[in-house]
């Protein structure tokens, strides 16, 4: 079955119909199978990432560090809400929301009701504009009218927008994610220059240093090493910008890596969050693996503040921005902290975690729809590759910049972790202890 099938028989389940195939999946797993279902051959993405050379630049790239117009894909999520708080905050610009909805009520609906998860005031409908739209569809799902008006006015454009799974293949996360970034090139190349700022993610960087060292660059290492289709798009999209910026459009690209809750009040949703899934699974579990992973985090609002005064800076010496915190946290750290907020959760060796814990959870366990990810195998040492990875970057471009703006990296503390433990109780995601 190729990768057009399988996404149209997927296409045609309905919500149960998929549920039962993920069951039957995971349980194959457990009984010791270990190749992820439907992977994709790493030619045939890799091969995806040719841009097209009619997409040319109309001229001179040139920054704005005052735009006039805005568009944003991806504001109805955590960091989409953050960033469209503060491109509102620090410019005097019309921000145009990409939004996939019914009608522009039902857009207005969601984007009012994601920014009101995090932020007390309402938007400012005079500034802020939600687009009924589809990033992954030619013009990106807009009218003709609407398309030619946005192409017109727009000045910058952030894509912040992206389907992130887990497990899913890269099949399925190509429109979303790859056919996005196409259609915002050929937006950002029609009727005038605009400038893109990507919002990329660490996991998708390979190039490294003598030393091993994540480099801050633009993609150009084989990435054949990427497992999971979210990591494999996203790599597609970096270098299909690359390529663009050689012809001479403007591109920036910002690699954040875990993204944690807001800093001063803790809020941090766990709807889809791999980090939280992890914990929460322990927490259900009793047990955690003493592995040696640092995961590197840092706070929802620092990453959308990185972004936005970078974006808008008129001295900015760099094209790609790792936002890799080097104030790293280990994992037994974490646990250690958890069981300070009363969890009671035990340590044993990964080996142990795996074969007499993980592998006996049910569907009610957190990590029972990423078991595939745990379960050891190749899989497994490739997934802990791209996480552990993280824990050597490079930043030295990002740290020079954000001490130019008078920033630095958050430091991760046990203050801070407890102040997301509280949130974690309050919103039920976790339960109080005994």
Request: contains cysteine.
């Amino acid at each position: 079955m190729d990768s057009q099938s399988r996404a149209e028989f997927l296409a045609q389940l309905s919500a149960e119909e998929k549920q039962r195939l993920l069951a039957h999946v995971l349980r194959k797993k457990a009984q010791g199978q270990t190749a992820l279902p439907w992977e994709t051959d790493p030619q045939e993405w890799i091969r995806d990432a040719k841009l097209d050379p009619r997409i040319q630049p109309l001229g001179q790239a040139s920054r704005h560090t005052d735009p006039h117009t805005i568009l944003l894909t991806g504001a109805t999520g955590f960091l989409g809400a953050h960033l469209l708080h503060d491109l509102y905050d620090r410019t005097r610009a019309n921000i145009y929301c990409l939004v996939r909805a019914a009608d522009e009520r039902e857009a207005q609906e969601r984007l009012q009701a994601n920014f009101a998860r995090y932020f007390a005031h309402p938007l400012d409908s005079k500034r802020i504009h939600p687009l009924v739209g589809d990033m992954s569809q030619a013009q990106l799902g807009l009218s003709p009218q609407t398309y030619a008006k946005l192409a017109e006015q727009t000045d910058i454009i952030v894509h912040n927008g992206a389907h992130l799974h887990h497990i899913a293949p890269y099949a399925l996360l190509k429109a979303s994610n790859v056919d996005s970034t196409v259609a915002i090139l050929e937006l950002a190349t029609t009727a005038k220059s605009k400038w893109i700022h990507y919002v990329s993610t660490l996991v998708a960087a390979v190039d490294r240093d003598t030393d091993g060292w994540l480099l801050e660059d633009f993609p150009q290492a084989d990435p054949s090493e990427l497992a999971g289709g979210y990591s494999q798009s996203k790599w597609v999209s970096e270098k299909l910008l690359s390529e663009a910026a050689q012809r001479g459009i403007g591109v920036t690209l910002f690699r954040p890596g875990f993204i944690s809750g807001r800093s001063d009040n803790g809020v941090w949703p766990s709807e889809n969050d791999h980090l939280l899934r992890v914990i929460k699974g322990c927490v259900q579990m009793g047990y955690a693996s003493d592995s040696s992973l640092m995961p590197n985090m840092a706070p929802v609002n620092f990453v959308s503040e990185a972004i936005v005064r970078i974006a808008l800076s008129e001295d900015t010496p760099g094209q790609v921005f790792n936002l890799a915190n080097p104030h790293l946290v280990p994992w037994v750290t974490l646990v250690t902290w958890l069981q300070g907020c009363g969890y009671p959760v035990n340590l044993v060796p990964k080996d142990v975690w795996r074969e007499q814990h993980l592998r006996n959870v049910d569907k009610e366990n957190a990590l029972f729809p990423v078991l595939p990810l745990y379960l050891g195998g190749d899989i497994t040492e490739r997934f802990v590759l791209l996480l552990s990875k993280l824990a050597t970057v490079r930043n030295d471009g990002t740290a020079g910049m954000l001490a130019r703006l008078n920033m630095s990296f958050p430091v991760i503390d046990q203050a801070l972790w407890q102040r997301y433990v509280r949130f974690f109780q309050e919103s039920g995601f976790l339960p109080r202890p005994a």
